[in-house]
């Protein structure tokens, strides 16, 4: 009988798992990120939402300017060998 | 590759030109994810070197159709923390890294802004710092970070809003009033440089 709640206990705490993956487990401290960044473990307050946006520009700012860089010849080259040294054994 | 030979078949050779197109379309966001996460561009192409080798050598693991930005990511990501980051981040320079290209920002002014911005987000823990790149600026979803990385999708959420919050915090926003009328942030010259004086 004890045995028999703990198992349906055990079921619908997995559901609830489940669910809040699926839903929006915002600040639900995680142990994993805990272990990385000691000051994080306060679940992180809500930012006013032009905050938010900000930081997504910046963000964006920040990552398109390195996308701009040109590619490296080396990286060609390297692809091109890679290929012309397959098509050589494939023949 | 003669032409005169078997043209019933040339898809081998379509295949393999289109893969390789794939990956060089890729290397943008390669060399800007690896020097987001590694904090070197010197690190960063090494990386890139060696995810476009992993990546030749398994293109069967790739499934045609699928997102290759989301696959070579992911080969990217475990070379740098199976290899790269052991050799420790020390060899950072957050005034060096990026300034080749800091310099050709539109205004002296959002070259600040985006230098701020920089130390900043070197400053962050790495699984925020990954995060944040990998969902708000590379244009990958929640779903395929959370592959990427091997977690759940809410536990890249909570990096995500961790994320946000500390990167705040490092530029000194304490609220909507430090956020510039342009949108840009106001406050990140004068916190920052305290911060990041070693």
């Known amino acids: ?91 | 590759m003669a032409n005169d030979g078997a043209p019933e078949k040339p898809k081998p050779t379509t295949d393999q030109r289109s893969f390789r197109d794939l990956l060089i379309s890729e290397i943008p966001n390669l060399r800007a994810f690896a020097a987001s996460i590694s904090g070197s561009m010197q690190n960063a192409d090494d990386l890139v070197q060696d995810t476009l080798l992993k990546a030749w050598g398994h293109e069967a693991s790739f499934t045609p159709g699928s997102n290759i930005r989301a696959w070579l990511f992911t080969i990217l990501r475990n070379t740098y923390y199976s290899i790269y980051r052991k050799r420790g981040r020390e060899v950072q320079d957050t005034d060096g890294i990026y300034s080749e290209k800091v310099v050709q920002r539109p205004s002296q002014e959002s070259a600040m802004e985006l230098a701020d911005f920089r130390k900043a987000l070197a400053k962050l823990p790495e699984d925020q710092r990954e995060v944040l790149i990998l969902v708000g600026a590379s244009g990958l979803s929640y779903e395929e970070a959370a592959t990427i990385c091997g977690v759940a999708i809410g536990t890249i959420k909570s990096r995500v809003n961790r994320g946000r919050a500390k990167l705040a915090e490092l530029l000194g926003i304490t609220g909507a009033e430090d956020i510039g009328p342009d949108h840009t942030i106001l406050a990140a010259s004068q916190t920052v440089g305290h911060v990041v004086s070693r």
Do not use: W
């Not at chain 1, 930081?55 to 701009?68: E, F, M």
């Open chain 1, 1 to 91: 009988m004890r045995a028999c709640a703990l198992l349906r206990d055990a079921a619908s705490e997995q559901e609830l798992g489940s669910k809040m993956n699926a839903a929006n487990p915002d600040d639900k401290p995680e142990d994993e990120s805990q272990l990385t960044s000691p000051a994080s473990r306060k679940p992180a307050p809500e930012l006013d939402v032009r905050i938010q946006h900000a930081i997504g520009r910046s963000l964006q700012a920040h990552y398109n300017d390195l996308l701009s860089a040109p590619i490296p010849d080396r990286f060609l080259a390297l692809l091109a060998e890679l290929e012309a040294k397959e098509s050589r054994n494939g023949e």
